[in-house]
């Protein structure tokens, strides 16, 4: 890997001191933002193009691993991302325009746009006079006299009264205060950087254990926290009841040690477990598992877990310095 600048050694340090494992961009009212660096951003003064530029050198030395995440809309005369989009009239260009949704009530078989059928804040069918519900509502899907279908939309400008099938797109940048159109918009391609797990143990300096509980029971999920939460400050400790959201941790964020109820609402170990390795993540796993269920513990050995315990009292007491032994092996 090449020599990284002052700069760029400075902002991997915090994102892996925040056990980060991917950084993701996302664009907001006020500009691009990435997720769990926020504050960095804010502390430093860095803005989105600085931080752009600086991802895009770390993942050319080898660093970070880029991958495509979205395109955000850029000003053509600044080049800032703070842009304001509103729909307009594409005949007066008034901002002041309503989505007319086309209604069909079966009943009697009348068609007509929303202004036809509001009636305060009910829909009524003009032609039969049925109160179809709220006119915010959806339709009652029952096939019932009072169940209507929305078979198309359009448009109308209150201050011309065109009505159209699309509006058109008019965006004001903040920053400039240059207003243009699509055809003039320039698009940038934003990627999402993933912290490979070698740069991560390379760089991380804390000596907090970073662990991950995955566990529907609450009872057991709370034992397991009271007891690293007893066994000092070494240990900063995350539960999540479902596996799904437990992969999703562990594709966001770095943690030492990965403690796994075996059978989860939504999947079962093994399939967490599978699903970890895919990742190519090496985090250990510890799996708990029932006192009568001997043959689970073979199999998440079998899938590369680090370690199994019988779910106890005395177990879980003992947790916290399983947990030491294997994340300092």
Not at 43 to 70: C, T, V
Not at 106 to 125: A, E, H, I, N, Q
Request: proline share 5%; aromatic share 8%; net charge negative.
């Amino acid at each position: 890997m090449s020599t990284l600048t002052q700069e760029e050694e400075l902002l991997l340090k915090i994102i892996v001191d925040k056990s980060l494992r991917e950084i993701k961009p996302s664009v907001e009212v006020d500009g691009v933002r990435y997720e769990g660096l926020e504050s960095v951003i804010e502390k430093e003064g860095y803005d989105w193009q600085e931080m752009h530029q600086i991802f895009q050198s770390l993942a050319q030395k080898g660093y970070l691993k880029p991958r495509e995440h979205i395109r955000a809309l850029i000003c053509p005369q600044c080049g800032s991302p703070h842009v304001y989009s509103k729909y307009i009239c594409p005949r007066c260009q008034s901002i002041e325009i309503n989505r007319m949704r086309l209604i069909e009530h079966p009943f009697c078989g009348y068609t007509g746009f929303t202004d036809k059928f509001t009636s305060g804040s009910r829909l009524v069918c003009p032609n039969c006079k049925t109160d179809l519900g709220p006119a915010l509502g959806r339709p009652r899907g029952d096939g019932s006299k009072q169940d209507y279908k929305i078979i198309g939309s359009s448009f109308e400008c209150e201050d011309c009264g065109h009505r159209f099938d699309r509006p058109n797109n008019r965006h004001t940048c903040q920053e400039c205060g240059l207003t243009f159109d699509y055809k003039s918009a320039r698009y940038e391609k934003l990627y999402s950087y993933e912290i490979p797990e070698e740069v991560i143990k390379r760089l991380r300096v804390t000596d907090v254990i970073q662990v991950l509980v995955v566990e529907d029971n609450p009872d057991d999920a709370e034992i397991v926290k009271i007891n690293f939460r007893e066994a000092g400050e070494g240990f900063n400790v995350v539960h999540v009841s479902q596996g799904g959201v437990g992969l999703e941790r562990v594709r966001e964020s770095f943690f030492d040690i990965i403690l796994l109820d075996y059978n989860l609402p939504d999947m079962k170990g093994v399939d967490f477990l599978e699903e970890v390795k895919r990742m190519g993540v090496d985090t250990p796993v510890i799996v708990f598992t029932g006192s009568d269920d001997r043959e689970t513990a073979v199999a998440a050995m079998k899938q590369g877990a680090a370690d199994y315990i019988v779910k106890s009292v005395e177990q879980y007491e003992r947790l916290p310095a399983t947990v030491r032994r294997i994340v300092k092996k």
